[in-house]
């Protein structure tokens, strides 16, 4: 019965059995004959119909990675080896006589893992089979060559501002075409270069977190965060890669709404002839905030100028419309004074803290005059004069008077 793969990898002598040989690292490393093995690990126990080729391999070649041998080669040169199967005599050559298989040129293991061959002995003069031919296989061994890489890089996510800290934004993805079941090849550690201290990143998963708390989308709204995948665990001599991550935070309502205008004072003049619903001004708000956490109701605090003037919001939820709800009248009264409350429409409990979500606004509203007719003391007079009266008689008196000014000559 055959016995195959006595490697030649290692020096034999010592053990005694050809089931003790040394890793096939060491056939890399270079056996010729005449010389004796660099021994490159510890021995081990060996399965004779499995050999190990390190990809890549740029040294001499071919390269010796292992012998064929059957126990009916008696040394007298009548036993000759054939190998058939994936790569033979193309990528693997044996030694006829010997029994000797070299590597012919440096192999990919992403690009083809392993090859399944068939090993024979046949009487040299006959060809005739000496042995049932038996099948084995030549592993390419897998070294770190791949850089990981981020296929759906690069990335984009949202985040609601003032978050607390540990708030899972997104997680990245790297991949390594080195083999995961052998080293640490394909071991990824994943570190932030970029992006600190505003965000962290699991080191085993990918998860993106923010690492401080109350981020301020009105202070920063968009970070750019680069994140490195590094191989071999992460140890000096990995290979990396990185990709990017636009992080944007998203509003959220924690703003109250604020008068601009100089200890929130706000002075407008209307004629007294505006009738009602007649425009007196715009009172504007402000909060930072987007969208509906910017929206705002607005309201008179005050009976008086509630009674004279309404205010309503705008149809954009932004400023606060006065007009007049009834009519004015200057020489009744030149000025209102009154104030107007400002509330967001929209308040969030959780930010209650930074409240309160509203804002008073002082009014004044000065009534301009208005050039008027002079007014008859009466509506109607009813006056009498005797029937033949001569010209010039007193019939009566009618009376006018000018308000705007009550001393002007009236004719």
Known sequence: MWVFVRLLLAWLGSWG?????????????????????????????????????????????????????????????????LLTGEGAGTVFVI???????????????????????????????????????????????????????FPLGPYHATVPEMSNVGTSVIQVTAQDADDPSYGNSAKLVYTVLDGLPFFSVDPQTG???????????????????????????????GLSGSTTVTVTLSDVNDNPPKFPQSKGLYQFSVVETAGPGALVGRLRAQDPDLGDNALMAYSILDGEGAETFSISTDAQGRD????????????????????????????????????????????????????????????????????????????????AMDLDSPASPIR
Not at 219 to 234: H, N, P, S, W, Y
Not at 371 to 392: K, R
Request: a neutral charge.
């Open 320 to 399: 606060g419309l006065l007009t007049i709800r009834k009519p004015l009248d200057f020489e009744s009264r030149r000025s209102y004074a009154f104030r107007v409350e400002a509330t967001n429409t929209l308040i969030d409990p959780a930010y209650l803290r930074r409240g309160p979500f509203k804002d008073v606004a002082s009014v004044r509203v000065a009534v301009q005059d208005a050039p008027e007719p002079p007014v008859f003391t009466h509506s109607t007079y009813h006056l009498a004069v005797p029937e033949n009266s001569a010209p010039g008689t007193l019939v009566g008196r009618v009376s």
């Open 207 to 237: 998860v993106v977190r923010t690492a401080i708390p109350n981020m301020d989308r009105e202070t920063q709204e968009v970070f750019l965060v680069v994140i490195q995948a590094k191989d071999m665990g992460g140890h000096m001599g």
């Open 95 to 149: 030694d006829e006589a010997t029994g000797n298989i070299h590597v012919t040129k440096s192999l990919d293991r992403e690009e083809k893992a392993q090859y399944v061959l068939l090993a024979q002995a046949v009487d040299r003069a006959s060809n005739r089979p000496l042995e049932p031919p038996s099948e084995f296989i030549i592993k390419v061994q897998d070294i770190n060559d791949n850089p990981p890489v």
């Open 17 to 81: 059995c050809a089931g003790k040989l040394v890793a096939p690292a060491q056939a890399w490393a270079g056996i010729k004959e005449g010389q004796g093995p660099t021994l490159l690990r510890a021995r081990r126990s060996w399965v004779w119909n499995q050999f190990f080729v390190i990809e890549e391999y740029a040294g001499p070649e071919p390269v010796l990675i292992g012998r064929l041998h059957s126990d009916v080669d008696r040394g007298e040169g009548q036993t000759k080896y």
